[in-house]
């Protein structure tokens, strides 16, 4: 079993900080790519925020560059999402993805966390 769980959501003022976590368990031989997703109120689709390699290579999308930043603790399995400078725009369900190989398993696959509710608001 693979399991992707989030946490450090919550409820923040426009300007305030916050940091997400993203713990991977479970039967893993390898991650290579984790990103952070997000869908805002009303919307239908999830928005891809920012991606990392397992060598530490970072994107982001145009809307939160110089102000969030993904990091990683292969160590540990876990993905960090650290929010600056945050603004209402950013309220939204953030979720971890994870491409990953499981041990005995021949195919890489996507694999998502439950999500974590983030509310900017003042």
């Known amino acids: 079993q693979v399991q992707l769980v989030e946490s450090g959501g919550g409820l923040v003022q426009p300007g305030g900080s916050l940091t997400l976590s993203c713990a991977a368990s479970?039967?893993?031989?390898?991650?290579?790519?984790m990103a952070w997703y997000r869908q805002a109120p009303g919307k239908q689709q999830r928005e891809l925020v920012a991606?990392?390699?397992?060598?530490?290579?970072?994107n982001y999308a145009d809307s939160v560059l110089g102000r969030f930043t993904i990091s990683r603790d292969n160590a540990k399995n876990t993905v960090y999402l650290q929010m600056n400078s945050l603004k209402p725009d950013d309220t939204a369900v953030y979720y971890c993805n994870a491409d990953l190989l499981r041990e005995g398993s021949r195919f890489q696959y996507k694999y998502w966390g439950q999500g974590t509710q983030v509310t900017v608001s003042s």
């Open positions: 991606t990392i390699t397992s060598g530490g290579n970072s």
């Open positions: 479970g039967n893993i031989f390898r991650i290579n790519g």
